[in-house]
């Protein structure tokens, strides 16, 4: 069975970290879960729900943000992705930085010098410098740095076809199929 770490860290956008949770079980994956407490608060404001209430599935692991001891604070633990949905501009920092803090930042430490796959949902705007030139780093590491923008041309109707979109994109990055929208197929708009 495929692992993944994810982590919702405090950024807006706690129903991505969420749905994209649920399509990663329905997909077959077992999660190790870690959620900063800002990322806790997040939750609770736009899902009106506490970390408890995400693990009903015997697959996810609650991780404690404080443990560095955790699973998936080691590279001995074999992990096929990180991703940290929604990703806050200080979490992007400090794994630029090198800092390992918490689990979350030290996951993701270990995701770089393992050379793993790790993506990063950053959702702020604008953007400042710091936080450009942070990201810039990821990127340049192999990091897939996938900002929360969901698109318009699918004509979405309501705000989880928005999420979806968004959890869409992280899901192709991982190579798991998915019905979350339909595909571009190049014959939606005749540009003559
Ligand atoms: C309600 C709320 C919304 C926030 N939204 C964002 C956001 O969209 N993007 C962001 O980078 N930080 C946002 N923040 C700030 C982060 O939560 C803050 O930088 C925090 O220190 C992040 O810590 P963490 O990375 O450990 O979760 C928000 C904070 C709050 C309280």
């Known amino acids: 069975m495929p692992l993944a770490v994810i982590a919702i ?5 706690a129903q991505y970290g969420k749905r994209l949770l649920e399509e990663m079980l329905s997909a077959g994956w077992e999660i190790d879960l870690i959620i900063t ?3 806790e608060i997040n939750l609770d ?12 599935d015997e697959r996810v692991t609650l991780n404690d943000n404080k443990n560095l001891a955790a699973r998936p604070a080691s590279g001995s633990a074999k992990y096929d992705a990180y991703i940290i ?7 992007i ?12 930042t030290r996951s993701a430490l270990v995701a770089l010098k393992e050379k793993r796959k790790m ?21 340049t590491w192999g990091v897939v740095v996938l900002p929360a923008n969901p698109g318009f041309y699918h004509s979405p109707e309501k705000i989880s076809d928005l ?9 192709d990055q991982l190579n798991i199929n998915h019905n979350l929208r339909k595909r571009w197929t190049g014959e939606e708009v005749d540009m003559n």
Request: net charge negative; glycine share 10%.
């Open 37 to 39: 407490r800002a990322g």
């Open 93 to 104: 920092g400090k794994v630029a930085a090198g800092i390992s803090d918490n689990l979350t």
């Open 45 to 56: 404001l736009e899902c009106g729900l506490t970390p408890e209430d995400l693990i009903s």
């Open 85 to 91: 949905c929604p990703a806050s501009g200080t979490t």
């Open 9 to 13: 860290t405090g950024a807006s956008g």
């Open 163 to 171: 999420i979806d979109f968004v959890v869409a994109r992280i899901l």
């Open 119 to 139: 993506i990063v949902v950053p959702r702020e705007t604008p953007v400042a410098t710091v936080h450009l030139e942070a990201m810039a780093k990821l990127s």
